[in-house]
T-cell receptor
Framework: EDQVTQSPEALRLQEGESSSLNCSYT??????LFWYRQDPGKGPEFLFT???AGEEKEKERLKATLTKKESFLHITAPKPEDSATYLC????????????FGGGTRVLVKP | NAGVTQTPKFRVLKTGQSMTLLCAQD?????MYWYRQDPGMGLRLIHY???????AKGEVPDGYNVSRLKKQNFLLGLESAAPSQTSVYFC????????????FGPGTRLTVT
């Protein structure tokens, strides 16, 4: 059974204080690892897809990396507008291109 | 493009009542999904469809039915609502095949009393 675990559950940061979120996974045959951002009362918004170990992707203050067992989402010099819940999900070769999600990390950036 | 839309946005049901949630997408996506999101449980897949006229069970299908009569629409039905179905429901869609991202709708908040 595919499993995805995110840590920490919640993270409080001061504006400008860089940090990292962890997503560890146990799957058979990873096809892709996805990061989403979710604001309160809204649907998840796609950020990145990572396909193989060693891959990195960046968008503004966010950088996602992937190893064979985990992914990290690094937030560099965060701003209050980076406050959100960040979700990690994996897709395997199973029928339907289904995603298995972790529980998310709630990030609060204080000014 | 509106992307993925869901109706209604909010709904309150009494135990035993039925309702249908509508998901529509204008991106010509083949695959569509219904998830529920509960505190501490993350997003869990209820049912999905890989094309018009096809549906399949996800992780938590009990108590729900779905239909995909048109490519752009995916309906989620609750025949006899239970308090355990109180949740936020999200619909998503994606292009067929490959590890491409799913696009999510804004969600429907359902309360069953």
């Amino acid at each position: 059974e595919d499993q995805v675990t995110q840590s920490p559950e919640a993270l409080r940061l001061q504006e400008g204080e860089s940090s990292s979120l962890n997503c560890s996974y146990t799957v058979s045959g990873l096809r892709g690892l996805f990061w989403y951002r979710q604001d309160p009362g809204k649907g998840p918004e796609f950020l990145f897809t990572l396909y193989s170990a060693g891959e990195e992707k960046e968008k503004e203050r966010l950088k996602a990396t992937l190893t064979k067992k985990e992914s990290f989402l690094h937030i560099t010099a965060p701003k209050p507008e980076d406050s959100a819940t960040y979700l990690c999900a994996v897709q395997t070769a199973a029928a339907g291109n289904k995603l298995t999600f972790g529980g998310g990390t709630r990030v609060l950036v204080k000014p | 493009n509106a992307g993925v839309t869901q109706t209604p946005k909010f709904r309150v049901l009494k135990t035993g009542q039925s309702m249908t949630l509508l998901c529509a997408q204008d991106m010509n996506h083949e695959y569509m999904y219904w998830y529920r999101q509960d505190p501490g449980m993350g997003l869990r897949l209820i049912h999905y469809s890989v094309g018009e006229g096809t549906t399949a069970k996800g992780e938590v299908p009990d108590g729900y039915n779905v239909s995909r009569l048109k490519k752009q629409n995916f309906l989620l039905g609750l025949e006899s609502a239970a308090p355990s179905q109180t949740s936020v429901y999200f619909c998503a869609s994606k292009v067929a095949g490959g590890a491409y991202e799913q696009y999510f709708g804004p969600g429907t908040r359902l309360t069953v009393t």
